[in-house]
């Protein structure tokens, strides 16, 4: 292809909870006229069979606590394949616009003169419904905390407290390594029997859950031996069908 044919763009596209078939109509059409596709950990490798046969594939995923591609290796990577080759998809797990940066990859294109678009992707969250667990229901829950357990600078979010103040369902995600901290702060605000799940590799078929209270957090991670990327959902709405 010729430079004077080449048009820069970045898609920002969400990859949906693990599923293949649970992206979107609009996604699959622009993975299959994508010229480069920059995937993350959480995304299906299945999804990279739609692009075509010369489309450029680079994993720049990030393994949770573990090695991970920077993300101004990420922004060169955008700049300089969207200028070289055209249309590039950056496929990210989940929704790109919550807890996942797309946003700052867009800012970041557009400030260097690329064409931006996004792609909304069903979140994590929502393939809790897959373990019966509805994020809302209007006997025991009004609303969604949607909380990060880790935030910039390592420590959980000051909001899981307001959230616990609320009969709203709370749903912490990277919050695996802060289990400990969740229960305890359940426990000293006197919620420790609050019902609690923990839902690992939602939608796959080889995901895993595991379901109690709060307080005994950490020890249902252990017991059940379940690791991260995991969603904490926390209200009433865990084991709910039991008591319908």
Known sequence: MSDSKITPALYVVGAGPGDPELITVKAYKIL?????VLYDNLANKELLAITREDCEKIYVGKHPYGSYTPQEKIHELILEKARSKGTVVRLKGGDPYIFGRGFEEVLFARQHGLNTYYIPGITSMQASG????????????????????????????????????????????????????????????????????????ASLPHRKSAT???????????????????????????????NA
């Open 32 to 36: 299959q006229r994508a010229d480069v």
């Open 130 to 201: 897959l373990e019966d667990i509805p994020l809302t229901h209007r006997a025991v829950s009004e609303g969604i905390w949607a909380i990060t357990g880790t935030k910039k600078d390592g420590s959980l979010s000051d909001d899981l407290r307001l959230a616990m103040q609320s009969n709203a369902t709370v749903v912490i995600y990277m919050g695996m390594k802060k289990a400990e901290e969740i229960a305890n702060t359940y426990q000293e605000a006197g919620s420790g029997n609050i019902p609690v799940a923990v839902v690992q590799h």
């Open 212 to 242: 109690g209270q709060v307080k005994d957090l950490p020890q249902l991670i252990r017991e059940n031996h379940l690791t991260h990327p995991a969603l904490i959902i926390i209200g009433w709405v865990v084991g709910l069908e039991l």
